[in-house]
């Protein structure tokens, strides 16, 4: 009897503390934020009732909060029409670094949430390029050190640029709900230092329907231009409405909101968009478009003073002419990767024959961002890698590592010419589940329907591949060989991604902070320390 009562007074002990728990409020930012001073945010309390303003505190270190953001904030009586309040503070910002307890009370339950707000040293940086391999894991960059340098007797015949670099760090992925994330929430870390949930960018992704309403945080293209006067660059060769790209802009609780996130686009303004994703910028009626309105956005933008390009010549001749802000669309999907642009003519090739290579794309955004006195952020990806990659179309992938590798060097060759003002990071959003595994045997005329387990070759037997050697670019002209890489994927209809770290490389000013393990917010801070961006002096004086 004394041990069913026991349990029974256990279970009346977990039954109070969980409804306890089911009472207490939501502050948005959560528990544990790091906060960049003079950033911009927005303070959410969800209460799980319908709350007496009179009972209603929330405080700062014991101040209200009226009093350390100097004004109030809108207090939602039913948020959602439901039996629920919200109070709501858009654009707060907090000047002097520190601890703050923020504290939320209804007058029955209450909450508290803790946010370290930070400063930075002065400006070290006159340009930021982020480098983002989507989904580039370590067995793509071992594949193209071998693919592009070559090897013989275990040796490669150098080294990537990516890795060549004096520091590196390997960073944690997890994002505020999971610890497999995705491209959203994860390049949304490394462009705002908050984190958040899957499919959410620039938000905390509250508890409303809208996916347009919840609590933002201002995003590394935002607060350059607003506090240094920087210009901005955004770099793809997915659509450039996808994940990575739209995190640099974007403030939305859904990245599939395409529509809207060209809107963001256009009110952000950066100097320089390239990438696919042209459906989404054409009006309803137009051929190939995908918006449900009417809304022409390659005219907005063209009105707005950019230069519009479509191909390669259009792009080389757009930098020769000298135009300022400029936007290329390539695709109206996904650009195509190097191995069917080059090589196979697959994918839309066929349709879409003269798109540019990251090369040239990261050359003209160079050329355009170079041209503003105070400085630049330039964020690159390659985001095929990605999306390669889920479908277990490796060489394709491998290929496109090899064209990031391309485009690192070139930008480490720009900055080194200019005496290495600029702090350069090549990083992946997150890796996936592969691994390289050893060679595997591709003839046809050798019993082509043995299964793969029988064609893997492992430990010594695996040898090396016999790819042809590299062109100057680093390519193998073909990948039709009999002994291929065996990159293998542990999910057998499809790649997926892990919750492995990722590694981050990185040179110039600033690069020194990258070492040992971080987490992926961290590479927000160490860009916005390298450009001095929570110094007063520094800001102040917009250089």
Not at 175 to 199: E, M, P, V
Not at 473 to 483: L, T
């Amino acid at each position: 009897m004394r041990a069913i009562a026991a349990a029974l007074g256990m279970a009346s002990l977990m039954a109070s503390l969980i409804a306890g728990s089911a009472q207490a409020q939501t502050i948005y930012p959560i528990d544990r934020a790091e906060i960049l001073a003079g950033s911009r945010f927005d303070l959410k309390v969800e209460f799980p009732g319908l709350v007496d303003p009179a009972r209603l505190s929330v405080t700062l270190n014991g101040k209200p909060y009226r009093e350390v953001f100097g004004r109030d904030g809108t207090l939602i009586e039913r948020e959602a029409g439901l039996e629920q309040s919200a109070l709501v503070l858009r654009d707060a910002e907090l000047a002097a670094p520190g601890r703050y307890v923020v504290r939320a009370s209804d007058g029955v339950h209450s909450a508290d949430v803790s946010w370290t707000v930070y400063g930075t040293g002065p400006r070290r940086a006159k340009n930021v390029i982020l480098f983002v391999g989507d989904g580039l894991s370590l067995a793509h960059r071992v594949a193209a050190r071998i693919l592009s340098k070559g090897m013989k007797e275990g040796k490669a015949h150098g080294r990537l640029a990516i890795d060549d670099m004096p520091h590196m760090a390997l960073v944690a992925t997890a994002g505020s709900d999971s610890i497999i994330t995705d491209s959203a929430n994860s390049a949304s870390a490394y462009a705002t230092g908050h984190k958040t949930a899957s499919g959410a960018m620039g938000v905390y992704a509250d508890r409303t329907r809208d996916p347009f309403d919840d609590p933002r945080v201002e995003t590394i293209a935002s607060l350059v231009k607003r506090r240094l006067g920087l210009a901005v660059g955004v770099v793809t060769d997915t659509e450039i409405q996808d994940a990575t790209p739209a995190a640099m802009v974007s403030h939305t609780r859904l990245r599939r909101e395409y529509d809207r996130i060209v809107e963001h686009f256009f009110a952000a303004r950066p100097d320089v968009i390239l990438g696919g994703g042209l459906a989404n910028f054409l009006p309803k009626d137009a051929a190939g478009s995908k918006r449900k309105d009417e809304q022409d956005f390659v005219a907005r933008f063209r009105d707005a003073g950019y230069a519009y390009v479509t191909t390669a010549a259009e792009l080389a001749a757009a930098k020769a002419a000298n135009n300022g802000k400029l936007l290329g669309l390539f695709n109206l999907g996904n650009m195509d990767g190097v191995l069917d642009r080059r090589f196979l003519k697959g994918g839309t090739v066929e349709r879409f024959p003269d798109q540019p290579d990251l090369t040239e794309q990261l050359g003209a955004a160079l050329d355009v961002l170079s041209r503003n006195q105070a400085g630049f952020f330039l964020m690159v990806e390659a985001g095929m890698i990605d999306k390669y990659s889920h479908g277990l179309e490796m060489e394709r992938a491998v290929y496109d590592t090899i064209m990031l590798d391309n485009a690192v060097k070139q930008a480490r060759d720009w900055a080194g010419a200019r005496g290495d003002d600029t702090l350069i990071l090549v990083i992946a959003d997150h890796s996936h589940n592969i691994g390289l595994a050893g060679t595997v045997d591709h003839d046809p005329d050798r019993k082509p329907d043995r299964p793969l387990h029988e064609r893997v070759r492992i430990y010594a037997r695996a040898g090396f591949p016999n790819y042809p050697a590299p062109d100057a670019a680093g390519y193998p002209p073909s990948v039709d060989v009999s002994r291929r890489l065996a990159i293998l994927s542990s999910t057998p209809r499809g790649s997926v991604h892990s919750a492995e770290d990722v590694i981050l490389t990185a040179t110039g000013p600033g690069s020194e902070r990258v070492r040992g393990q971080l987490d992926n917010t961290e590479v927000f801070r160490v860009m916005v320390e390298a450009l001095g961006l929570g110094d007063p002096t520094t800001t102040a004086q917009g250089r």
